[in-house]
């Protein structure tokens, strides 16, 4: 990973709200990341703990009203994001930074052939005419590892199985070249035997084109395997940044040491218990106060109800937002 | 193969299935006539011991679901013998399977499409009561207690609905519901696969604690390895309808003899940076058949990275290479003589008798 380099995105004091009949939901709260050129950044968490909508906020693309990207700058080359004509921004989305979702069936359109689903946008926001985007769509299928591409490029959405149509959809998110690729959670409807071979062509795919990426997931085993660094959120925040072998080697959050210990292995020791982590997650119903792992926290004390702990650096290029050192197991002097 | 060859051959298992198939059929044109069937479980024998886990696994559409369903005979199934403590309750009717129906019960993979959301939760504990019991309002009602109780659900919000609940809280839900009755036998359909993994476990343990408890039998139906080590003491492996590998748990993870098994295996991501940055996956190539048109030969011989010549032709047999392990797979059949045309092993690879 090309240390030092400056950022290819930049994101600070994000704050997203959806403002819902049964009240507010502060979905996003004052979170800050960056991504360096090349990096492979993972993002895990649980489910509603705001990974999704983080991203979708960057690029513009949660339905507002009910969402309200209501503070933050979003730096990606010279400019804010946030703060970007809506045009604008929609060209990047389409050609500098690409985008994988969960399921392929709601990003692709069921009406028309994928090949004519890729060669959109190279038409578009590359210019290409239309053999030279047809040729350009061949060549992703053909790099993603869809047999027999040029014929599948008539082919429509229903007439792939589940990994295929995720390749076709990473053949899509990189039609342009894109500096920054955002996959959230591509991989958690497949197989595990469809998941290996997608990650495996993302690993080929980095190599290749040395895009930056973000990756979110709720596996942990997945971010082992692929990410450079990796960033965990809990109930809106990011609660802990690092190194993906410091994050594992030693977690620094009490969540993330939970998180880590709940879950079982395939090979290795065996426990004969679950540990488990009690409780469930906050609902994000007002500006947080307190720190939101507190309910279910076994190292909770006074001081954790009163203030929301800020990321405070434990290691190198390795913050934690947590009042509590659990290596010393004493309150932590800031 | 013997009547007692899929056990380990101890006092009589409470589930014994052989030979299960449940095709669907497959209508098409205006007449809709048939034109073929799914055969998505297509000849499956197992057993199952008191007091046991059987972990059943395999990748989406191999027929985990439908051979759980059809053991409970939610199904006509098409073929086969399905034994529940020794009681033939595979040729049965509805009729006859209604007063059998309370030992055998079922947990669903999405707590939220399987509850009805009008009802209270007393309700959709209280509903398997209804049917089969002639208990009094207030016995009924000291019995959801219980069993709220039983799965860690607070009694005071037995009045509340189900939209009001997490997934996991209706998960427990789902769990109360099953066990109503007192059964013997619970088929799990990925229980805890719409869960969050810090939820996971707490769920998982509850199952754990109940099995204790009660004496409960589970089928535990997952696509998550891990999680089936943790919890099963024996694994089925499934592949396009079939069951290819059998075994303990620690003999299943430890030393995987079916290729199928060892991808799959090999396939699961661990959490652990430096573990992976060594091991070696098994990419499997293509995607699974469809089990309306299964290849000719071993079934998974259109993926499997070890493929012979005779396995595009002849179908392997279950085989026992060590005790207790079985593997239908023909790198693990010492004395087949492959010889064209032969027929022999092709038609019911799990029937020997
Ligand atoms: N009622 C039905 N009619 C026709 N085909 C069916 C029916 N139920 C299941 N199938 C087919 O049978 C096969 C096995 O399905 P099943 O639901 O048992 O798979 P599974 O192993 O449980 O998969 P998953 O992991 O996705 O839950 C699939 O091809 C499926 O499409
Ligand atoms: N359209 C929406 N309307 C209201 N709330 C929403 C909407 N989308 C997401 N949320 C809420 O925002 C929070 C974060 O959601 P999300 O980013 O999707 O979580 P994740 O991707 O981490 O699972 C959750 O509480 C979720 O319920
Ligand atoms: S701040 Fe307090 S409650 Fe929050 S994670 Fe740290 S110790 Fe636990
Ligand atoms: S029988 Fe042949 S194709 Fe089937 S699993 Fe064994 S080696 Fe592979
Ligand atoms: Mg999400
Ligand atoms: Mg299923």
Redesign the interface.
């Known amino acids: 990973m090309p240390d030092g380099a400056s950022p290819i995105l930049e994101v600070q004091g994000l704050q997203t709200v959806f403002r819902t009949r049964g009240g507010d939901i502060h979905a996003v709260n004052s979170v800050d990341f960056h991504l360096q050129p090349g990096e492979l950044l993972g993002v895990v968490g649980?489910?509603g703990s705001g990974k999704s909508v983080t991203m979708m906020s960057l690029i513009g693309l949660l339905p507002s009203p009910p969402a309200e990207v209501r503070a933050g700058t979003v730096r990606f080359g010279g400019d804010d994001l946030l703060r970007m004509p809506a045009r604008q921004l929609r060209d990047i989305r389409g050609a500098r930074i690409g985008f994988v979702f969960q399921d392929p069936m709601t990003s692709l359109n069921p009406v028309f052939p994928v090949g004519f689903q890729i060669m959109e946008p190279l038409r578009k926001h590359m210019g290409l005419d239309r053999a030279a985007a047809r040729r350009r769509a061949q060549e992703l299928l053909e790099l993603v590892g869809i047999p027999d591409a040029a014929r599948r490029l008539g082919d429509f959405p229903h007439q792939f199985?589940?990994?295929?149509r995720q390749r076709v959809m990473i053949a899509m998110a990189l039609a342009c070249d894109p500096e920054v690729l955002i996959a959230d959670e591509p991989t958690t409807a497949l197989?595990?035997?469809?998941?290996?071979?997608i990650?495996?062509l993302m690993k080929d795919l980095r190599e290749r084109l040395g895009m930056a990426v973000i990756w979110i997931t709720?596996?942990?085993?997945?971010?082992?395997?692929i990410a450079d660094r990796v960033m965990v959120m809990y109930g809106g925040q990011v609660v802990e940044q690092a190194p993906?072998?410091a994050l594992?080697a030693r977690p620094q959050h009490p969540y993330t040491r939970?998180?880590?210990q709940?879950?079982?292995?395939?090979?290795?020791a065996?426990?004969e218990?679950?540990?488990?982590?009690?409780g469930?997650?906050p609902v994000l119903s007002g500006p947080p106060r307190a720190c939101p792992f507190r309910a279910?926290c076994a190292h909770a004390f006074e001081t954790c109800a009163r203030a929301n702990p800020a990321r405070v650096a434990v290691g190198p290029d390795h913050d934690a937002a947590c009042f509590w050192d659990v290596d010393r197991g004493a309150p932590r002097h800031v | 193969m013997s009547e007692t060859a899929m056990s380990d051959r101890s006092p009589r298992p409470l589930v014994e299935i052989r030979d299960l198939r449940m095709h669907f059929p497959i209508h098409a044109g205006v007449l809709r006539r048939r034109v073929g069937a799914v055969r998505a479980v297509d000849g499956v024998s197992f057993d199952i011991h008191e007091g046991e886990t059987l972990g059943l696994v395999g990748e989406s559409g191999c027929g985990k679901s439908t051979c759980g369903r059809a053991i409970l005979r939610l199904y006509d199934i098409t073929s086969g013998s399905i034994r529940i403590e020794g009681d033939e309750i595979g040729t049965l009717g509805q009729d006859a399977l209604r007063p059998r129906r309370p030992r055998m019960q079922m947990v669903f993979q999405d707590p939220q499409a399987s509850l009805n959301p009008r009802m209270t939760v007393a309700r959709i504990i209280g509903e398997p009561l209804d049917e089969h019991t002639t208990l009094s309002r207030a016995e009924k009602r000291d019995r959801i207690y219980e069993l709220m109780d039983a799965v860690g659900l607070n009694r005071n919000f037995a009045n509340r609905y189900p939209h009001q609940f997490s997934g996991g809280q209706r998960q427990r839900i789902g769990i109360a519901r099953a066990l109503a009755l007192n059964p013997k036998f619970i088929v799990c359909d990925e229980p805890i696969a719409a869960l969050d993994v810090s939820i996971q476990a707490q769920v998982v343990n509850l199952l754990e604690d109940l099995q204790d408890r009660f004496g409960l039998t589970y089928l535990f139906i997952s696509h998550d390895l891990s999680m089936v080590r943790h919890i099963a003491d024996r694994v089925a492996v499934m592949y396009l309808g079939r069951v290819v590998e059998l075994a303990p748990r620690d003999s299943l993870y430890g030393a995987p003899l079916h290729p199928y098994t060892q991808a799959l295996l090999s396939a699961v991501p661990e959490p652990d940076p430096d573990l992976e940055a060594s091991r070696r996956h098994i990419i499997l190539k293509g995607d699974v058949p469809s089990p309306a048109n299964p290849p000719e030969g071993c079934n998974f011989c259109t993926r499997c990275p070890q493929a012979m010549p005779i396995c595009h032709r002849i179908d392997p047999e279950m085989r026992e290479p060590r005790p207790g392990h079985f593997a239908a797979c023909h790198l693990h059949d010492p004395d087949h003589i492959p010889t064209a045309g032969s027929t022999a092993a092709n038609d019911q690879p799990q029937q020997g008798e």
């Not at chain 1, 709720?218 to 395997?225: F, N, P, S, W």
């Not at chain 1, 709940?262 to 290795?268: A, K, L, M, R, S």
């Not at chain 1, 218990?273 to 009690?278: F, N, P």
């Open positions: 649980e489910s199985s589940g990994g295929m197989d595990v035997t469809i998941q290996a071979q990650l495996e709720h596996d942990l085993g997945v971010i082992a395997g993906v072998r594992f939970a998180l880590l709940t879950v079982p292995h395939v090979t290795g065996r426990a218990r679950l540990k488990v982590i009690e469930q997650p279910r």
